[in-house]
Nanobody
Framework: QVRLVESGGGLVQAGDSLRLSCVYS????????LGWYRQAPGKERELVAA???????LYADSVRGRFTISRDNVNNTLDLEMNKLKPEDTAVYYC???????????WGQGTQVTVSS
């Protein structure tokens, strides 16, 4: 079981930046994807960005060019740098780690990001 803890959320104004961080409990050769997802009120959870091990990085069209996902293998962290935030970025952001090409999926508890106009 992989445990994940997110941090870094908060209330910011449009145009500001935030950095979210997710610490995962263990690094495993079975990790296939590490990603950030978000869920806004009344909407389904959606992919924001994902690092696919030995494959390409994915970004949602709505965040490409503004958000950057990165991984620190030494400290077992997955970060999401968010720039030029917009009110529509307001959501609970979740970290997820997939093992064995998604056979196992582990979620963090989420961190709230609120962007005021």
């Amino acid at each position: 079981q992989v445990r994940l803890v997110e941090s870094g959320g908060g209330l910011v104004q449009a145009g500001d930046s935030l950095r979210l961080s997710c610490v995962y409990s263990e690094d495993s050769p079975c990790i296939s994807t590490l990603g950030w997802y978000r869920q806004a009120p009344g909407k389904e959870r959606e992919l924001v960005a994902a690092l696919r091990v030995a494959r390409s990085t994915l970004y949602a069209d709505s965040v490409r060019g503004r958000f950057t996902i990165s991984r620190d293998n030494v400290n077992n962290t997955l970060d999401l740098e968010m720039n030029k935030l917009k009110p529509e970025d307001t959501a609970v952001y979740y970290c997820r780690v997939d093992l064995l090409n998604g056979f196992y999926k582990y979620w963090g508890q989420g961190t709230q990001v609120t962007v005021s106009s």
